[in-house]
Nanobody, 120 residues
Framework: VQLQASGGGLVQPGGSLRLSCAAS????????MGWYREAPGKQREWIAG???????SYADSVKGRFTISRDNAKNTVYLQMNSLKPEDTAVYYC???????????????WGQGTLVTVSS
């Protein structure tokens, strides 16, 4: 199983970006998916998650500005980021709890990270 994240880049304060993360491989079920970020000099933090039924949850720091969604048919999770602030600058990582073949094992997988820079 692999997760491939994309969509990062440079954006001005107040701008928007949309991140995507697609899971591929011998996937039986993508149980939950989410996004974390790691800012320079800080620990990786959870910012948003979404269950298999589509129920979202957010960290207080992004609530009201970021929206997580998923496409189960594509095993893909998205993060729409609006009203971006300089403090949102970080490497963003996607994460998924997946049940995979050949043994129906559950595992947590990470994407490679995509850099978001918010600066004027």
């Amino acid at each position: 199983v692999q997760l491939q994240a994309s969509g990062g880049g440079l954006v001005q304060p107040g701008g928007s970006l949309r991140l995507s993360c697609a899971a591929s491989g011998s996937i039986l079920s993508t149980i939950s998916m989410g996004w974390y970020r790691e800012a320079p000099g800080k620990q990786r933090e959870w910012i948003a998650g979404i269950s298999s039924s589509g129920s979202p949850s957010y960290a207080d720091s992004v609530k009201g500005r970021f929206t997580i969604s998923r496409d189960n048919a594509k095993n893909t999770v998205y993060l729409q980021m609006n009203s971006l602030k300089p403090e949102d600058t970080a490497v963003y990582y996607c994460n998924a709890l997946i049940m995979a073949l050949p043994n129906y094992q559950r595992g947590t997988y990470w994407g490679q990270g995509t850099l978001v820079t918010v600066s004027s």
